[in-house]
T-cell receptor
C-alpha cells in the first residue's frame, strides 16, 4: 500500500543551525512533491514544489532535494530562527495523468522547534 | 495574489442543524479542493472539483455535500453531522500552470 513517512515527529534545534527534515515514500510514483508550513489552527502555507525530474530547488533559506531512486525528499532550513518553529508537511501528488494528478496525500508532519 | 478565503472562521452546530461552509478564490484556478484536518493529524482529502465538476469524492459520507456554483466559489453543505465530524475544514485551489495548491485559513467546526 502507499505510504508517506516523515521520519521525525518532532525536531528541536538551536537558532542559527540548519534544520533537516525527511520525507520518505513507498509505492508512489509522484509527478511532484510539495512542502508546506502549518502553524497551529491555520491552513498550510505553500513553501516549495519539486518535480520528479528535478534534483534540488532553493528559495531564500529553504532547500529541498528529491531522490526518486531512494524515494526520499530532504527539506533544509539554513540559519534557522525561532520564527521558523512550526509543523512542516510534505505532500505527494497521485502521479501524472488520470484523476490522481493534483490529488495530494500528506505525511504526518514534523514539529520543528528552534530554540533561541 | 495567492489568497483563498474561507467563511466562517468558526462554526458551532448541533447534530440536527444545516449549515454551509464557503470558499472563494480569484486566482483563476480551475481545480478546487476540500480537506478535513483533525487535531495533530495531516489534512485528508475529501473532494476535488475540476472545471466546476466533481472529479474525486474520497468516500465521504453523504451528510457532507459539496457544490461548485462557479469557477471562483466552492461550498460545503453540512447536514446531520456527528460530534466526530468536528475538525478544521480546509479549502484549497490549484494552479494548472505550477501545480501549487494554495490553502485557505480553514473553518474550525464544532458539532455538539
Amino acid at each position: 500500500s502507499q505510504k508517506i513517512e516523515q521520519n521525525s515527529e518532532a525536531l528541536n534545534i538551536q537558532e542559527g543551525k540548519t534544520a533537516t527534515l525527511t520525507c520518505n515514500y513507498t509505492n508512489y510514483s509522484p509527478a511532484y512533491l510539495q512542502w508546506y508550513r502549518q502553524d497551529p489552527g491555520r491552513g498550510p502555507v505553500f513553501l516549495l514544489l519539486i518535480r520528479e525530474n528535478e534534483k534540488e530547488k532553493r528559495k531564500e533559506r529553504l532547500k529541498v532535494t528529491f531522490d526518486t531512486t531512494l524515494k526520499q525528499s530532504l527539506f533544509h532550513i539554513t540559519a534557522s530562527q525561532p520564527a521558523d518553529s512550526a509543523t512542516y508537511l510534505c505532500a505527494l501528488d497521485g502521479g501524472a495523468g488520470g484523476t490522481s494528478y493534483g490529488k495530494l496525500t500528506f505525511g504526518q508532519g514534523t514539529i520543528l522547534t528552534v530554540h533561541p | 495574489d495567492t489568497e483563498v478565503t474561507q467563511t466562517p472562521k468558526h462554526l458551532v452546530m448541533g447534530m440536527t442543524n444545516k449549515k454551509s461552509l464557503k470558499c472563494e478564490q480569484h486566482m483563476g484556478h480551475r481545480a478546487m479542493y476540500w480537506y478535513k484536518q483533525k487535531a495533530k493529524k495531516p489534512p485528508e482529502l475529501m473532494f476535488v472539483y475540476s472545471y466546476e465538476k466533481l472529479s474525486i469524492n474520497e468516500s465521504v459520507p453523504s451528510r457532507f455535500s459539496p457544490e461548485c456554483p462557479n469557477s471562483s466559489l466552492l461550498n460545503l453543505h453540512l447536514h446531520a453531522l456527528q460530534p466526530e465530524d468536528s475538525a478544521l475544514y480546509l479549502c484549497a485551489s490549484r494552479s494548472s500552470g505550477t501545480d501549487t495548491q494554495y490553502f485557505g485559513p480553514g473553518t474550525r467546526l464544532t458539532v455538539l
